[in-house]
C-alpha cells in the first residue's frame, strides 16, 4: 500500500470528491449535528470549530498514511453545493487494510449519491493506494448505510457486539478485497468432441 502525496479530485459521474476544507465546516456540522444523522456517527465534536479543527489537522497528511483519517467532501458538480463526505484511514496494525466511512446530509439522501461517492473512494483506494482490503463499520441498524456498502461491492465479514455499560448494540464489518489474481483464461470446448480443444 502507498500513501498518494499528489491526491487529485476524485470526479465521477455527478459528484466531485475533493481535500475538506475549513470553510466547509459550517455545512459539515449541520448535517452531522442532525439528530437522524449523529446516532449512526461516532465524532466527538460536531460543531463548526470542531470540525475545522479536525480538517486543519488533516489537511497535511496524504491519503493512505498511516495514523490518521483523511477526509474528503462530497459535491454535485453541476451546482457545486456540498452533499457530504467521506474518509478514509489505514487500519493500524494491518497493512494493506483501508477503513473508510461516509456520511450523506439527509436533503441528498436516496438519490443514489452516497454509492457513487463510496464506490468512487473504494476504488481510490484499490487502485491508487494499492490496497488489498477496504473496511467499513455501520450499526446493523444502519440498513442504508448497509446497502451503500453492499452496492460497492463489499460483503458483510462479521457482527460485532459492543457494550457501555448496560448498553449493548450490534456493529457490523463488511469488506471489499482486491482480486489477487486475474481469472483463468475461459476454455473452449466443442459440445460434440468434449475433449478437443
Known sequence: M????????????RLLLRRSEPEDAETISAYRSDPNVHR???WERTDPDGIRVEIKEMASRAPG????????SVLEREGEGLVGDVGLSPAEG??????????????????GLATEAVGALVAYAFDTLRADVVRA???AENVPSIRVAEKVGMRLVE???RRDGDES???VRYEARRAST????????????????
Open 65 to 72: 498514511e498511516p495514523k490518521g483519517w483523511v477526509q474528503l
Open 159 to 161: 457482527r460485532i457486539e
Open 137 to 139: 463499520f455501520a450499526s
Open 169 to 171: 448494540w450490534l456493529v
Open 94 to 111: 494491518e497493512p494493506g487494510v483501508i477503513k473508510i466511512g461516509y456520511t450523506i446530509a439527509p436533503a441528498f439522501q436516496g438519490q
Open 2 to 13: 502507498r500513501a498518494d502525496t499528489n491526491f487529485e479530485p476524485l470526479v465521477t459521474e
Open 40 to 42: 449512526w456517527q461516532g
Open 182 to 197: 486475474p481469472s483463468p483464461p475461459t476454455r473452449m470446448v466443442n459440445p460434440l468432441h468434449p475433449h478437443s480443444e
